[in-house]
């Protein structure tokens, strides 16, 4: 890991929710020493709305947000990375693919937020609670520092 920059890969299945939440939270609470990418095993292929809202409310650039595939992160092109970070139980139980670099890896599991049932404004409550939880753990993952990820 260097000094001067962390890269991060978050990983969860559908790369439409969680994973990037986590994304936008390390890249504007990084300050320019994280940078955060974010990818899915079996991506939807868009990004839920309910996700793009709530980073809307809380301030996050969300141009350029797309799910996308893991796969282009074990190209020999992709940026190498530091850390891997698995937000969701599935995605941490799945074989993946051999990182560049072989990053540290770490699994930090939240409920999923486009699981939640009944109104809109019920399901826009659930993304803002998990968007919190997660909230809470990238600023821990940030104060500790990568070579203490596993202490978050």
């Not at 709530?54 to 947000?65: A, F, I, P, S």
């Not at 190498?80 to 670099?101: F, H, Q, R, S, Y």
């Not at 540290?104 to 409550?125: C, N, Q, V, W, Y």
Request: aromatic share 6%; net charge negative; proline share 7%.
């Amino acid at each position: 890991m260097t000094d001067t920059n962390t890269n991060v890969l978050v990983l969860c299945t559908g790369n439409s929710a969680r994973s990037v939440l986590a994304e936008c939270l390390i890249n504007d609470l990084g300050c320019g020493k994280w940078t955060a990418y974010s990818a899915g095993s079996h991506p939807t292929g868009k990004v839920n709305p309910l996700s793009i809202e709530v980073l809307t409310e809380k301030g996050h650039k969300v141009e350029g947000l797309r799910s996308k595939s893991w796969d282009e992160f074990a190209q020999p092109n992709a940026p190498k990375m530091d850390l891997v970070i698995t937000v969701c139980d599935n995605a941490a139980g799945e074989v993946c693919p051999i990182w560049p670099g072989h990053p540290s890896k770490l699994h930090i599991g939240f409920p999923d937020p486009a699981a939640a049932e009944g109104t809109r404004e019920e399901r826009l409550a659930e993304f803002r609670n998990v968007y919190s939880m997660i909230e809470a753990k990238i600023r821990k993952l940030i104060e500790v520092g990568p070579a203490r990820a596993g202490e978050v």
